[in-house]
């Protein structure tokens, strides 16, 4: 099931960026008194009584809207409301119930997806305005009392939405399986090669770049294990994206890579490396997702004996920051080395979710330290005490220093290379958090 997603949604300028943001903990979504400054869907992660979920924060709800922004913001709201488990609809105390608000209040009702009212801005604490009591006109059952600035009645909103998250219970069997995002630019290949390892014609596959609208998922269970593939539409470039349905699309594919284990960055033979192929890899790298770089159509490929090497080395060259990534030639067309990718995609996610102990670690940065000294500065050099790892998916170890202005950033990655050099973790991307003593 993942984790719960949370929508809020609005008409413009009632203060759900600023919510978004409080929820969130930090400043994601640009807050000003202009309607529809939020045009994109914007996505972060919370927690509420120990349960992490999901917000959405959407650019304001015109029903009527004729401007094609509106009309833009309209369908993206709506988007976010089909992938919400739960839906919070911000109101205005101060400007009162609108028509906008009743013709909202009406759209949600009809999607049948839990609701919870928000009255914003009463931002002072006590006894709300008289003028609060009118937004139980809208039909909704009982209005929340905010302050989305002050953060007034916050908790009270979030006890009301926590109400309808699903039971945790119900993600067991979900997280049996490994979920397989596969990712691209259009036309690369990501229907044929679902279609192939579903061994069915479950998705269209066409020469017509962006013939894949939404996410599609697909169970499979074969000798390696249980999957889950999402095929996502492909991911362009923003300033390629003219297509309102296709800029849905580029939301929805960030969304699956965002609730994925594994992701297939798939490649073009007959292209290389481009830079759309470079943005994609940096959302699952940036993820911390468990990645293999597919390069598919290999069959179209003139080759030779070191073809496959020179063009690994180009990959590499391409996709510079992520060497960890293990690299796979394919033809989804005709199946070639297509099976290897289950083995792949088992290999990496166990990586991606190993776990080294404290001890084993200190041993490899003992004779990493011994082999290169750590660096110094102005004649203070760096100690490194202990280290050990904080969280899995990705790997992410803390290291204890005396001071973290000597950590250079090179030694950070010596020392990766270090426990990649001895425990493998390959394709996974490694965290280094470094902490200095007195450091809380």
Known sequence: MGKPVVAIVGRPNVG??????????????????TPGVTRDRLYAGSDWRGRDFSIIDTGGIEPSADNEILKFMRYQAETAIHHADVIILITDLRTGITAADEDVATMLQKCGKPIVLAVNKCDRPGEPDPDFYEFYNLGLGEPYAISALHGYGIGELLDAAYAYFPPEEEGEIENERIRVALIGKPNVGKSSLLNRVLGEERVIVSDVAGTTRDSVDAELENEFGKFTFIDTAGIRKKSKVEEKIEKFSVMRSLMAVERSDVCVIMIDASEGVTEQDTRVAGEAHNAGKACIIVVNKWDLVEKDGKTMKEYTLRVREGLAYMPYAPVLFISALNGQRVNQLFELAVKVYEQNHRRITTGQLNAVLSEATARVQPP??????????????????????????????????????????????????????????????GDK
């Open 16 to 33: 759900k960026s600023q919510l978004f943001n409080r929820l969130a903990g930090k400043r994601l979504s640009i807050v000003e008194d």
């Open 376 to 437: 110094t500065d102005k004649g203070r050099r760096l100690k490194i005490y202990y280290m050990t790892q904080a969280s899995t998916a990705p790997p992410t170890f803390v290291c204890f220093c005396n001071d973290a202005r000597l950590f250079h950033f090179s030694y950070q990655r010596y020392l990766e290379n270090q426990i990649r050099e001895v425990y493998g973790l390959e394709g996974t991307p490694v965290r280094m958090v470094i902490r200095q003593r």
